[in-house]
């Protein structure tokens, strides 16, 4: 059984950093594409990054140059580091595990992330 944890998430002012972790168990990390996505109150969930299996990645135009996504596969453990964070971003972000074999997607809890003075 796949399960996934998001922490991290928090209260932080524009400009700030904020480090998101998503532990995984059930799964073996390199047989899935990883991915952060997010959703703002009135809006749909949009995908924010994503890790591929086979290592690379990508960003939604928005916060490249800002977020990076990193995996441990030892710590079965992704990442979102997310820094010059602005009000825009603010969304509960979710962790989104993707099985590279059947296309069969795996959602965490999520995870409220507020930029805010």
């Known amino acids: 059984q796949v399960q996934l944890v998001e922490s991290g998430g928090g209260l932080v002012q524009p400009g700030g950093s904020l480090r998101l972790s998503c532990a995984a168990s059930g799964i073996i990390l390199s047989n899935y594409n990883m991915g952060w996505y997010r959703q703002a109150p009135g809006k749909q969930r949009e995908l924010v990054a994503r890790s591929i299996g086979g290592g690379s990645t990508n960003y939604a135009d928005s916060v490249k140059g800002r977020f990076t996504i990193s995996r441990d596969n030892a710590k079965i453990t992704v990442y979102l580091q997310m820094n010059s964070l602005e009000a825009e971003d603010t969304a509960v972000y979710y962790c989104?595990?993707?099985?590279?074999?059947?296309?069969?997607?795996?959602w965490g809890q999520g995870t409220q992330v507020t930029v805010s003075s």
């Open positions: 989104n595990a993707q099985n590279r074999l059947t296309g069969y997607n795996n």
